[in-house]
Nanobody
Framework: QVRLVESGGGLVQAGGSLRLSCAAS????????MGWFRQAPGKEREFVAT????????DYSNSVKGRFTISRDNAKNTAYLQMNSLKTEDTAVYYC????????????????????WGQGTQVTVSS
């Protein structure tokens, strides 16, 4: 079992930045692909970014590409999402998630491919 706890959300003006953290405990974090997803009110949970177990492969949704950066520190069992140039449409609850396949070379985009989830952290971007 993996427990994930997000932090770093908050209220920011458009154009500002936030860095989200996802602290993992339980089983070995370093072997899991990690993902960030978000869910706005009345909308489905959507993919934001993913990073492979080694950190060598990352990918982003088109809506955040060039503005957000996903990273991880396996020594600290933590994943991060640096969000720059925030827009009002980025307002959502942000979730980190872990895919259960150890040392996978596959990139995962669907929330159905992630078994472990954090409780979410609210990000609100004001105009």
């Amino acid at each position: 079992q993996v427990r994930l706890v997000e932090s770093g959300g908050g209220l920011v003006q458009a154009g500002g930045s936030l860095r989200l953290s996802c602290a993992a405990s339980g089983r070995t974090f370093s072997g899991y692909t990690m993902g960030w997803f978000r869910q706005a009110p009345g909308k489905e949970r959507e993919f934001v970014a993913t990073i492979s177990w080694s950190g060598g492969t990352t990918d982003y949704s088109n809506s955040v590409k060039g503005r957000f950066t996903i990273s991880r520190d396996n020594a600290k069992n933590t994943a991060y999402l640096q969000m720059n140039s925030l827009k009002t449409e980025d307002t959502a609850v942000y979730y980190c998630a872990a895919n259960p396949v150890i040392l996978s070379s596959t990139t995962y985009y669907s929330p159905l491919q992630y078994d472990y989830w954090g409780q979410g952290t609210q990000v609100t971007v004001s105009s």
